[in-house]
């Protein structure tokens, strides 16, 4: 009904427009006011007919004046292509970047897990207050399976790289070990075979990639028989190719790869008795209907301190129970960068509606004698507007089809970029939400850029602009000023990507810093896993780490190798100091290392010495932050720490500090450099597993089959986990960081770009209306480089009020960017004004090329241009 209305209301307008200008034309013709009035109506006829009969045939004459209006925009565009392309492209850019960045939105954030009732299932977790960290569950996972009565199904798994041999092969593979229930929990379904179940002790199943890999696809690989560490399981069955179990990450100091949780090559199953803490590190569980995750958590936090009580765990201020949901749980922390680059990437669509909107009215600008004319034949102001936004319209449309194919092709680029950089991120592709999307943003972007023409079109004088003829209409100098408007929101919205973007830049900088005598470039890191029941008495353990060591470093062109294995993370006491227990407590790395490791990694020595592989008594090594930390600026030399004995806790035994090293990130470069113990690895009672540093006089790369041969050659059953040159591990710990530059550096060059191109055609345009002006002042006297100067600086007014305005704006949004950025403020000084240096040189180039142009116009032929 209000539609009808405004309908109605549109046309009782434009009846009477209509007599108003025939009533102007009476009185020009030399009649009397009230007589032109009245022959103005006699002529038009009997308005009330007329308003019915147009009633009558209003939606049908409707829908025909709107496709006439899109095939005429249509052809209008096919006789300007330059400008059509300009607006598509513009409008492609736009769109396409913010559908791709939504379609790794609504694959990590919206698109739910491919699990039956997946909205219910939650990840159940202990934590520790004091040391803010999680902790192993396996203690308490069978009393809280049967005492908690929020879920209808609890499962337990653990997963890692384990040596699965056949009588072919050995070698690592990620298996995940899970108890009873995870099948129903996960609905997954196998090609081939069936699924074990509580019965089947001795059973693994195996997906596809690795039915594939290691078995040819046999179809007889049912029933085969395998060895997984020495143990002997019967394949039963082989999963579908599309079933993948996001597994989130596993307890912190594991060791595990950051790619653990996208491909499981096998799962075993694991028959957990009371009391038995092997092979349980995570749980997940489904919550019964009706049942919130607050009422969850309640319910786990009261049974979680006696539990832990009757099973002698730690005291209650230490555990807490944690009921989380598991996607929340896989997606971390990317939720809020995600939020934040489709935020980022609506800034690159809206400077693309601002740079669409000002080639719209500087059209409109030279059309308006057209526009003119067709009001003077009896179109009205409503029709001629429709007009514009049908053409508008068939802009849009193909712009945002356009956009859409861009996205489709940026979305294996962005998964070639980073693979690895946000969960769930292979899962991206064009679906009908992303489909959904795209047509919403390109609906909402031609409704953004085609409603600034029509408001100056609405607001003109239409038959002002035939009496002015040819020359420049106050509708035009309007539509400058609107124009130049619209680049100052161009330019603020540029600068506040730019300057987020500078600020990463700065901070990727600083991560990739290495100090002197860290050459990561010319080391090999070679993951090494003891496997077996040959190597599960420490001797045994002990003497292949000596042989591979030795073997390493006889391969030529190796200059040194050494072992390191972080084995706990945990509190660090003085000898003699009460230990407080508090979440402010010190806590630092223990690491067990050989002789050869401050060699191979670059470690500098800042006082005292290093360790030897036979050392007696019990030396330390200790890193800067940890001095810093216990013994502020006194020599650590000669002082003892409580140092684990065993490697697990509470076993500690005092230890001398023989010498410090400089801190070193050689594990995540986003990370400051946190206290480290080092120990020798030989009087470690722990040593499952190392990652041997090797350091190379050449290319690491080519070392990497001889270094593999001595690794096989140590022992043929236990051949590298991995080898990768640290430089590539160090590039994986940053791989989100990476991730986010890229995006938000895209976003900030193509704002840039589009930036530039507006404030060129402002200036160009305004430099033809004011070709006479220009003229006249060349005429009286006036020098090129005064005409250049006044150009530029006219246009830079703006220009420079916009560039102060998003260096304002940036100085408030850049401190939601706190968490991506690393030993760099979010206000830093030095970016802002390199930010803004930037854009006033880009400004000033983009205004300098017209300006030239201007300034060579020859006097007389500017006299005559209008």
């Given amino acids: 009904m209000n539609r009808r209305r405004r309908a109605l209301e549109g046309l009782d307008e434009d009846i009477q427009e209509h007599i108003e200008r025939e009533t102007q034309e009476n009185i020009e013709r030399g009649m009397a006011p009230a007589e032109a009035r009245a022959a103005a109506r006699r002529r038009f006829g009997n308005v009330a007919r007329t308003m019915e009969d147009t009633r009558a045939v209003w939606r049908p004459v409707w829908l025909e004046q709107f496709l006439q209006d899109v095939r005429f925009g249509l052809r209008m565009l096919r006789r300007s292509p330059p400008f059509a392309l300009a607006v598509i492209l513009t409008l492609a850019l736009g769109i396409g970047l913010n559908t791709a960045v939504f379609s790794v939105v609504s694959a990590v954030l919206i698109r739910p897990l491919p699990y039956p009732d997946a909205k219910r299932l939650v990840w159940v977790a202990q934590y520790n207050p004091v040391v803010k960290a999680e902790m192993n569950p396996a203690a308490d996972y069978l009393d809280w399976k049967a005492q908690a009565k929020s879920f209808d199904e609890m499962v337990a798994y653990s997963y890692g790289e384990e040596t699965l041999a056949t009588p072919e092969s050995a070698g690592p593979e990620r298996i995940a070990v899970v108890t009873d229930g995870f099948w129903r929990l996960s609905g997954a379904r196998t090609s081939l075979g069936q699924l074990f179940t509580a019965v089947d002790r001795d059973a693994l199943v195996i997906s596809d990639s690795l039915f594939e890999r290691r078995f040819g696809r046999d179809p007889h690989i049912v029933g085969r028989t395998v060895t997984l560490e020495g143990r002997p399981l019967t394949i039963t069955g082989v999963l579908r190719p599309e079933f993948r179990f996001e597994l989130p990450q596993s307890l912190p100091g594991m060791g595990r790869r950051g790619d653990d949780l996208r491909d499981i090559d096998g799962y075993a199953f694991n028959p957990i008795a009371p009391g038995d803490i092997r092979a349980i590190e995570l749980v997940v569980a489904r919550l019964k209907p009706g049942v919130s995750i607050e009422s969850a958590t309640a319910e786990m936090e009261s049974l979680e301190p006696r539990i832990a009580q009757q099973n002698s765990g730690p005291p209650p201020e230490f555990v807490k129970a944690r009921v989380i949901p598991l996607h929340e749980k896989l997606v971390g922390d990317a939720r809020s960068t995600l939020l934040m680059l489709l935020a980022a990437v609506g800034f690159v669509l809206l400077i693309a509606c601002a740079n669409i909107a000002s080639l719209l009215l500087a059209r409109a600008a030279s059309r308006r004698k057209e526009i003119a004319i067709r009001a003077a034949i009896g179109a009205g102001r409503a029709r001629v507007i429709r007009q514009f936004l049908g053409e508008n319209l068939a802009l849009g449309v193909l712009g945002g089809a356009a956009g859409l194919v861009l996205a489709r092709l940026a979305i294996p680029v962005l998964m070639q970029v980073a ?236 230890a001398t500090v023989v010498g410090v090293v400089a801190d070193l990130r050689y594990t995540r470069l986003d990370m400051d450099a946190e206290p480290e113990v080092y120990f020798p690895y030989l009087q470690s009672k722990v040593l499952f597993g190392a990652n041997i540093m090797v350091r190379t006089a050449g290319d690491a790369t080519r070392l990497a089959p001889a270094i593999r041969a001595a690794v096989i050659g140590t022992d043929p059953t236990q051949p590298p986990a991995e080898m990768k040159t640290l430089e590539t591990s160090l590039a994986e710990s940053t791989v989100s960081r990476r991730f986010n530059l890229f995006l938000l ?48 600086w006219q246009g830079m007014g703006i220009v420079l009020a916009g560039i102060a305005a998003g260096l304002l704006a940036a100085f408030g949004l850049t401190r939601l960017m706190t968490s991506l950025l690393f030993e760099v403020r979010p206000t830093d000084p030095a970016t802002f004004g390199a930010v803004g240096v930037l854009l006033t040189a880009v400004a000033l180039a983009a205004s300098w090329i017209p300006a030239r142009k201007a300034a060579r116009v020859d006097p007389l032929i500017a006299l005559r241009y209008e």
């Fill in 419 to 654: 693979p690895l950089a946000v969960p769930r991120l292979g899962e991206t592709n064009v679906d009908w939400r992303v489909i959904l999307f795209a047509v919403a943003a390109t609906l909402a972007a031609g409704s953004l850029f085609g409603f600034m023409p029509a408001v100056s079109l609405w607001q003109s004088r239409l038959f002002e602009n035939l009496k002015q003829g040819g020359k420049t209409s106050a509708a035009g100098s309007a539509g400058l000023a609107f124009r130049r408007i619209l680049v100052g929101v161009e330019m603020a919205l540029a600068i506040i990507l730019l300057t987020g973007a500078g600020l990463l830049l700065k901070s990727f900088w600083r991560i990739n810093a290495h100090p002197p005598g860290f050459d990561p470039a010319h080391t090999l890191v070679v993951r090494t896993m003891l496997t077996g029941p040959r190597n599960r008495a420490l001797v045994q353990q002990q003497l292949y780490f000596q042989e591979l060591l030795r073997r390493i470093q006889s391969v030529p062109g190796v200059v040194a190798a050494g072992a390191i294995q972080t084995v706990i993370r945990g509190p660090i006491q003085r000898e003699g100091e009460k230990l407080v227990l508090s979440p402010q407590m010190a806590m630092g790395a223990y690491d067990i290392v050989s002789a050869g490791i401050g060699r191979a990694l670059g470690l500098r020595l800042v006082k005292g010495r290093w360790l030897t592989d036979h050392e007696s008594g019990r030396p330390i090594v200790i890193n800067e932050s940890l001095a810093r930390l216990k013994f502020g600026g006194a020599n650590p030399v000669g002082q003892r720490l409580l140092v684990p004995d065993t490697g697990l806790p509470p076993e500690v035994a005092a």
């Fill in 745 to 792: 550096g895209t976003f900030a060059a193509a704002a840039l770009l589009l930036a530039l191109v507006a404030i060129y055609g402002v200036v160009a345009f305004s430099v033809v209306q004011r070709t006479h002006e220009i003229g006249v002042r060349s005429a009286l006297g006036a020098q090129r480089r005064e005409i250049v100067s006044m150009v530029v």
